[in-house]
Structure formats: C-alpha cells, structure tokens
C-alpha cells in the first residue's frame, strides 16, 4: 500500500524537477566548427624550456605595436635562446629574460611611449559585459580578448595567463626584452601602467608550477634556481582556434559563466569578473588536418 501512496508524488517530483542547464565546457565542447575561428601562425609562439615542457603564446598585434615589433625582432634575433626564468612570485607574476642584463639586443628595437599601453575602443568589435568592474567604466570582448575600456581607449587587462612587459620607473615602458605572465588571481592595479603583449594559450602549468623565488619579488638567489630557456620561436608545431566571441556559443558560454545553473551549483553568482570569462581556445592537430 505504501508505494501505490507515494509513487505518484515521486513521479510528480521527477517531472517538476528543473533540466540542469548545460555548463560553460559542455556549451564549448558542442559549438559549431562555425563558431571557431583559427589563429594567425604569425601571431603565436613556442617557448621550450630546458626540461623539456613547451608553452605557447599568441601576440596580440592589435595593442602595443611598438612592444610587440620589438618581440618579433628578439625572436628572431633568438634573443632569449640560453636565459631562464629569473622570477617566481607567488600568486603574482613568472619573468624570464637575460639575468646577466649582459647579453646584446639586436637593433633596431623602437622606444615605445606610454599611450602604447592603450589603443582606440572604435575598430575592436567590442561586446561588453552587462556587470560592473572596479577597474574600468566597462569590460567586455573584441577579437577574441578580454578588453577593458574608459569608454574611448581601451586597454587588456592583467587577467591569469596574460603575459606582459617589464620595466624599470616611468619614464621607461620596457623594450620587450623582459616578459612576466600572470600566475595567480589578476593584479588588475597594473592596467594601463605596463604593456600587455598577448597571453599564454597552453602550457602554462610548465611556468606557475616553478619552484617560488625566494629573494626579494619572488627572483631566485641563485643562479642554480633558474631554468633555462633552450629557445622561444615563431610559430606553433599546432592549429589553434579562438571562439568567435560574436558567435551564439560565446553568448551562451559568456552567460552561463555569469549565472551557473548546471548540477553542481545551488546560488548562481549573477555576474561575472571579465578575467573569469576567458575566451575559449583549442588545439587542432596539424597532423590529424584540424576539424
């Protein structure tokens, strides 16, 4: 008798249970190949280290001109072939360069004022977020990136795996010679007072699982601490593809990153940190001819 009794209000339960909504992996994982677009070979690069691990970048030709020619020319002059990673700070930044600050630049690297650090809002295709942010008047995304903006100039924010320039005081802005990724929650206080040249699209566990530095900034003491860049390249062995960020799937993807209704969670957030929004990218075999 029991069962008969409770059956149907256990059925009623299943039936009026909400669908859990699809979460922001499972939105990527089925969008459309139309939905993806590739990214320049021109604009990537691969970092080997002594080890063995390889971490690959993408540069950013839409921001920091000055900056970035500069990374082109330091490359090709293998400029960073033999450095090594010099800083390991926790839940801040990795740097790599030249310790010694010995070794010859190639010629011809350009001095790059300040506004190099921003670029005009108009041209950037910019969709924004519809949530608040402490650093800027609006965020949101244009060509594929995280952009933050004052309305008029725009500017890329110091979101985990960005990867941007060192320098020394103002008036100096850096040549380029001396790179840092972010490795830890967003130092967004350093918007718009460094140049911002791109962002690591894969492997950098090889980079923020490095032992921590632990004189002054988190540099190594010793030279022994290091490691050592055998080189960093144009080019990528790999195809790589960004989400459109004008695409349906960005859209989904962008909302439910704000709002999750998917199993696990019980209190959607209602918002979302423009560097908790990363623009999905993937990897396409070379070899396998993509997909």
């Not at 249970?17 to 691969?46: F, H, K, M």
Request: hydrophobic fraction near 40%; glycine fraction near 10%.
């Amino acid at each position: 008798m029991t069962k008969y009794v409770f059956a149907p209000f256990a059925l009623l339960a299943i039936a009026s249970a909400p669908e859990a909504a699809p979460s922001p992996a499972e939105i990527v994982s089925s969008a459309p190949a139309t939905a993806w677009q590739d990214i320049a070979q021109e604009d990537l690069l691969e970092m080997t280290l002594a080890n063995g691990s390889v971490v690959t970048i993408q540069l950013v030709h839409e921001f920091a001109p000055v900056h970035v020619a500069n990374i082109r020319k330091l490359v090709a002059a293998h400029f960073w072939d033999g450095t090594s990673i010099n800083r390991v700070q926790e839940n801040y930044v990795v740097q790599w360069g030249d310790a010694t600050e010995k070794k010859a630049l190639p010629a011809g690297l350009g001095t790059a004022p300040a506004s190099d650090y921003v670029r005009p809002l108009n041209g950037l295709g910019f969709l924004p977020l519809p949530y608040p942010d402490p650093y800027a008047r609006r965020v949101g995304h244009g060509h594929g990136w995280p952009i933050a903006t004052d309305g008029k100039q725009a500017w890329l924010p110091h979101c985990f795996g960005m990867i941007g320039v060192g320098r020394n005081l103002a008036p100096d802005t850096g040549n380029g010679a001396e790179l840092y990724v972010v490795n830890g929650h967003a130092p967004r206080h350093l918007d718009r007072n460094l140049a911002v040249v791109g962002r690591v699209i894969d492997g950098i566990s090889a980079l923020t699982t490095l032992p921590r530095g632990t004189g002054a900034l988190g540099f190594y003491e010793k030279p022994e601490e290091r490691t050592f860049i055998t080189s960093i390249k144009a080019g990528s062995r790999d195809r790589w593809q960004n989400l459109r960020i004008e695409s349906p799937s960005f859209a989904a993807y962008s909302l439910a990153r704000a709002n999750r209704h998917d199993a696990f969670f019980n209190v959607p957030a209602g918002g979302a940190d423009i560097c908790n929004v990363p623009v999905p990218i993937r990897k396409l075999s070379v070899q396998a001819g993509g997909q």
